[in-house]
């Protein structure tokens, strides 16, 4: 019987790449009866929220305010939704031109965000 949970808790790790998953044993009784539960943590989590990677994180966070302040009214947050499109393909843009260019790394670091967005002199989006 633990060869076919160890088995099980493999399988859990690989079946799903672009998850981590847990498998917590919970004991039922003395005879060592056990629940499994499954929990599934996105990998991307800490990538979205690195300033490096994420350029629009300003826009990201502001459209989630809109939404909890207006009790997820998307009719009413529209403008903070266009907003955070146009960041997207405005860096996306970027990304695609440094890559033809050959530029590593093709996403701009923070740093080099903020003194592309000092030259243009405004908010391209």
């Not at 949970?5 to 917590?24: E, H, I, P, Q, V």
């Not at 903070?80 to 695609?96: D, L, N, T, V």
Request: aromatic share 12%.
């Amino acid at each position: 019987m633990a060869i076919q949970r160890k088995n099980a808790f493999k399988f859990l790790f690989t079946k799903y790449r672009g998850y981590m998953k847990f498998l917590t044993k919970r004991s039922l009784c003395q005879n060592q009866n056990f629940s499994e539960k499954t929990i599934r943590i996105p990998l991307e989590m800490p990538r979205l929220r690195d300033p490096d990677i994420n350029p629009c994180m300003l826009e990201s966070d502001a459209s989630i305010r809109c939404l909890d302040a207006n009790n997820y009214d998307k009719e009413k947050c529209s403008t903070y939704f266009q907003k955070y499109k146009s960041c997207r393909k405005f860096w996306h843009s970027i990304m695609i031109q440094r890559r033809h260019d050959g530029v590593k790394p093709f996403m701009p670091t923070a740093a080099e965000r903020d003194e592309i967005l000092g030259e243009m002199g405004k908010m391209p989006y």
